[in-house]
Structures are given as structure tokens and as C-alpha cells.
């Protein structure tokens, strides 16, 4: 199985800070790899899909890269509603893995 | 507008069975894969299991396999999570997604981009 590392595992921001977020997978899965958001008690929600691709509806402040086993998920300008769990995904190969999170919380 | 709706969830005994059902809505149900994905309490993201368009092809983790029969009805918008030999360690909220999953010109392409809102699995006695 393919392991999937995020780091932080959270992090304290400020409105207005720029945060980046890193998964690591235990093998290489090109940029088979999708980002999501969960607020508590909310399903989660598509942000990123194939390592850079912006799932429509989804701001401009939030943008993916990567590829091989190394990813970056960033929030250029952080607003209030951004704050919440942020997981990523390998869909390279079946099981299909999440990371462990990363929570983002109000400093 | 795309909806999920799950059912089925509840408490039930080590040991026992439950059917999860999520009816779609909104879209070419037939047309998309499936997806189960569950979450222990205060824990993250588990990918349980997937069903292609036409149901002719399943995928489960090794946690359900054998336990867990993913299965879907086109002429209903529905796909199913039968769960048997329910252990406590099953206890999450499951969530069903649709998958979208393609080719382009830059290779393959697989997200699950609608989810419904869950439904509550306890397993205790």
C-alpha cells in the first residue's frame, strides 16, 4: 500500500497568511494526487485534483503542485471560512490512500 | 444539482449486519463510478470501497474485504454498502462520493468530487 505523510500535522495562521501544506507518498504516484477540505461535521470537499488542478467553484487563493512523491497544497491568502482539515490522496493505485490531515486553526 | 443521500446507519452488535444505501440525484447516475469512504471518530479519510459505472467491477480495502459487499442498482440511483461480521473497529460515519475518473492529455484523471453527508455506524454492544 502506498503510505501518504502530510506535515504539519497542524498549524496555527493568521486571516491573511499564507500556509502551505506538504504530503509525502511512500512511492512514487506521478500527480495522481487530490486535496480535500473538511470543516467539522461536513463531508469533505474537492480542492485540488492531478497535483494542480483547481476543482471548479473552488477560489483562486487555494493552488497544488508536485509530482512523483512530493506535494505542496497552498493558501495564498487565508480567510476565515479556510479554516478546517485539509487531507490529500493518491489515486495512483488501489487502496486508494489518504493522508493523515492537517489542521489549520486560528492563531 | 447533484445530492447524495445516505440511509441505513445506526448500532448494531459486533457480529451483526447493516445495509448503507445512498441515493443519487442530479446527474447521469450511470455514467459514474461510486465510492465508499468512512471516518472513525476523530480520525482521518479511509477509502472503503468503489464500484464502476456499469457494477461489473469492485474494488475493496483489505479492512472489508470479504466483509463488506459494495453493489449498485442504475434503474434506482442507488449504490449499496452491504457490511456483515461488523466489527467495533468499523465504527465511523460513511460517506459515499461519486467518482469521476477519465483520460485527458495529460493521463489519467480520478477524484470524487460530490459527497453526501454521512451516516453514523456504531458497532457496540
Known amino acids: 500500500d502506498i503510505q501518504m505523510t502530510q506535515s504539519p500535522s497542524s498549524l496555527s495562521a493568521s486571516v491573511g497568511d499564507r500556509v502551505t501544506i506538504t504530503c509525502r507518498a511512500s512511492?512514487?504516484?506521478?500527480?495522481?494526487l487530490n486535496w480535500y477540505q473538511q470543516k467539522p461535521g461536513k463531508a469533505p470537499n474537492l480542492l485540488i485534483y492531478t497535483a494542480s488542478n483547481l476543482q471548479d467553484g473552488v477560489p483562486s487563493r487555494f493552488s497544488g503542485s508536485g509530482s512523483g512523491t512530493d506535494f505542496t497544497l497552498t493558501i495564498s491568502s487565508l480567510q476565515p471560512g479556510d479554516f478546517a482539515t485539509y487531507y490529500c490522496?493518491?489515486?495512483?493505485?488501489?487502496?486508494?490512500?489518504f493522508g493523515g490531515g492537517t489542521k489549520v486553526e486560528i492563531k | 444539482e447533484v445530492q447524495l443521500l445516505e440511509s441505513g446507519g445506526g448500532l448494531v452488535q459486533p457480529g451483526g449486519s447493516l445495509r448503507l444505501s445512498c441515493a443519487a440525484s442530479g446527474f447521469t447516475f450511470s455514467n459514474y463510478a461510486m465510492t465508499w469512504v468512512r471516518q472513525g471518530p476523530g480520525m482521518g479519510l479511509e477509502w472503503v470501497s468503489s464500484?464502476?459505472?456499469?457494477?461489473?467491477?469492485?474494488h475493496d480495502a483489505d479492512s472489508v474485504k470479504g466483509r463488506f459487499t459494495i453493489s449498485r442498482d442504475n434503474s434506482k440511483n442507488t449504490v449499496y454498502l452491504q457490511m456483515d461480521r461488523l466489527r467495533a473497529e468499523d465504527t465511523a460515519v460513511y460517506y459515499c462520493?461519486?467518482?469521476?475518473?477519465?483520460?485527458?492529455?495529460?493521463?489519467?484523471?480520478?477524484?470524487?468530487?460530490?459527497w453526501g453527508q454521512g451516516t453514523r455506524v456504531t458497532v457496540s454492544s
Open positions: 462520493a461519486r467518482e469521476v475518473s477519465y483520460y485527458d492529455d495529460n493521463g489519467y484523471v480520478d477524484h470524487f468530487d460530490y
Open positions: 512511492q512514487t504516484i506521478n500527480t495522481y
Open positions: 490522496q493518491q489515486i495512483y493505485s488501489t487502496p486508494l490512500t
Open positions: 464500484i464502476v459505472a456499469s457494477g461489473g467491477s469492485t
